[in-house]
């Protein structure tokens, strides 16, 4: 989660909001991201989409089996979808996202029953230090 926050630090140095993945497997780094949606005119370039596609290039498969997902923020409908199609085994978050958050702010959806892959999740790690930033960034935007 350490490495993500410094992601999310790079995010923040592009005017972006600091959020920052990294997808592992095997103790052994296979993707990382920051949000990048404004750099890239992209909606989907957030930091998980970013450090997943980084991982299923290294791993030369789309699906991650085994693989945890280590993020600043509580993902959104599109990055929890993502994280099922990739297989990823764990999601771990940083700050709960109380407008958009769907993994338990909003919605519960990685605990729905009718998906074909379930995701296992955790909350809370570094959470302070990721609110902060988060805080820091829209507060000097305002």
Do not use: K
């Amino acid at each position: 989660m350490r490495r993500a926050l410094e992601l999310a630090d790079c995010a923040a140095a592009a005017d972006e909001v600091p959020v920052g993945a990294v997808v592992v497997r095997d103790n052994q780094l296979l993707g990382e991201g920051w949000n990048r949606v404004i750099g890239a005119r992209d909606p989907s370039a957030h930091a998980e989409i970013v450090a997943l596609r980084a991982a299923a290039v290294r791993a030369d498969n789309y699906r991650l089996p085994g693989a945890i997902l280590y993020v600043t923020l509580e993902p959104c409908t599109m990055c929890a979808g993502a994280l099922v199609h990739a297989r990823i085994a764990q999601l771990v978050f940083a700050a709960r996202e109380p407008r958009a958050g769907v993994v338990c702010s909003t919605d519960a959806l990685l605990d729905r029953p009718g998906y074909n892959h379930r995701v296992a999740w955790h909350e809370g790690v570094l959470a302070a230090e990721s609110s902060a930033r988060l805080q820091a960034f829209f507060r000097a935007r305002r």
